[in-house]
Nanobody, 129 residues
């Protein structure tokens, strides 16, 4: 059974940093892309960042560009989201998601939630002003 477990959330003041981790286990597919999404209270879920299986292609929503960095450690089956210069509007529950891909599609990232098959339970990030 595929499991995605996020960790690293918490409370921080504006301008601070957090690093989220997404550990993937139990997978039966050989390669997968990963996306980070978030849902703020009262708002719809939104795409934050995506990374290809190969790790060489990434995408970010405009509001986090230059502040957040997504990376992955293939050996550890873990994907990270480094969040710097955090703002109160970054407050949300953050989710990671995995999309199995064929090896020859390993350089693609995906930005739509409907494209992902597996989701974590989410981790709360709270940024105070």
């Amino acid at each position: 059974q595929v499991q995605l477990v996020e960790s690293g959330g918490g409370s921080v003041q504006a301008g601070g940093s957090l690093r989220l981790s997404c550990a993937v286990s139990g997978r039966t597919f050989s390669s997968y892309a990963v996306g980070w999404f978030r849902r703020a209270l009262g708002l719809e879920r939104e795409f934050v960042a995506g990374i290809s299986w190969t790790g060489d292609n990434t995408s970010y929503t405009d509001s986090v560009q230059g502040r957040f960095t997504v990376s992955r450690d293939l050996a550890r089956d873990t994907v990270y989201l480094q969040m710097n210069s955090l703002k109160p509007e970054d407050t949300a529950v953050y989710y990671c998601a995995a999309k199995p891909v064929r090896t020859w599609l390993g350089s693609y990232y995906y930005t739509q939630a409907v494209e992902y098959d597996y989701w974590g339970q989410g981790t709360q990030v709270t940024v105070s002003s």
